[in-house]
């Protein structure tokens, strides 16, 4: 048992030996003894070529369109400062950029009072949306017992309608067995022209009635004998 104990402090303290002079390594406490994580993450550092940097001549004809852009005049200002050899002053936006960046900021990155009050105009058309349907379901509530007395009036008139014509049609089939001696289909043309005879006729009997009720009408009184 000590033998062991002694044997894995041994493998301990090589490892740890091995590992130091390469490696940062991390200790972790375990069961089965002490574990090492080693960090392999080695960033490069940033070298910056402050003597000789590197700066494009924009008149040649070799040198990239895009250093010879303001973006990449601010970039040489923002790793090498005054000795980009770039004028500060012309790094500023100019008057119409910075209205379009003032435009920008004001669509999309809005202040606290303006997001306020865009908040209180959607809340009032909310409520005025609210207030005008329940405006709306009240008045069709108020309207809906005459609605639905002037539905089932309509129903009633349709039955009738529908009973009459049915009542009608079963008058005129027992008429043509009657005149012909058979029963005719209601579709077939002899029927039809019946139809048409009998309604013709029923017109001439409604008018001289009509005529008759008139002249009726326009008699003078007999007069009164005492």
Do not use: H
């Not at 069961?31 to 402050?50: D, E, M, V």
């Not at 009240?138 to 349709?158: F, G, H, S, V």
Request: glycine share 4%; proline share 7%.
């Amino acid at each position: 048992m000590a033998a062991s104990n002694l044997g894995r402090r041994t493998a301990v303290l090589f490892v740890v030996k091995t590992f130091s002079l390469q490696r940062p390594v991390l200790p972790i406490v375990s069961r089965c003894g002490s574990l090492f994580q080693i960090a392999t993450y080695n960033p490069k550092p940033l070298r910056l070529n402050i003597k000789d940097p590197y700066i494009p001549d924009k008149e040649k004809e070799d040198t990239p369109d895009w250093q010879k852009t303001d973006k990449f005049d601010r970039k040489l200002f923002g790793r090498y400062g005054s000795i980009s050899g770039v004028d500060p002053v012309k790094l500023w936006p100019s008057p119409k950029e910075l209205e379009r960046l003032i435009a920008e900021e004001q669509e999309w990155q809005p202040t606290l009072e303006v997001m306020l009050q865009n908040v209180a105009a959607k809340e009032m058309e909310r409520e005025k949306k609210v207030k005008a349907r329940e405006k709306l379901i009240a008045t069709n509530m108020a309207k809906m017992p005459k609605m639905i007395e002037d539905w089932r009036r309509e129903t009633r008139a349709l039955k009738m309608k529908k009973k009459e014509e049915k009542a009608r049609k079963e008058r005129l089939v027992a008429e043509a067995r009657e005149r012909f001696g058979y029963a005719l289909d209601s579709r077939s043309p002899k029927f039809l022209e019946m139809v048409q005879e009998i309604e013709k006729e029923e017109k001439k009997k409604k008018k001289l009635l009509k005529s008759r009720m008139k002249q009726g009408d326009a008699a003078p009184a007999a007069p009164r004998t005492s």
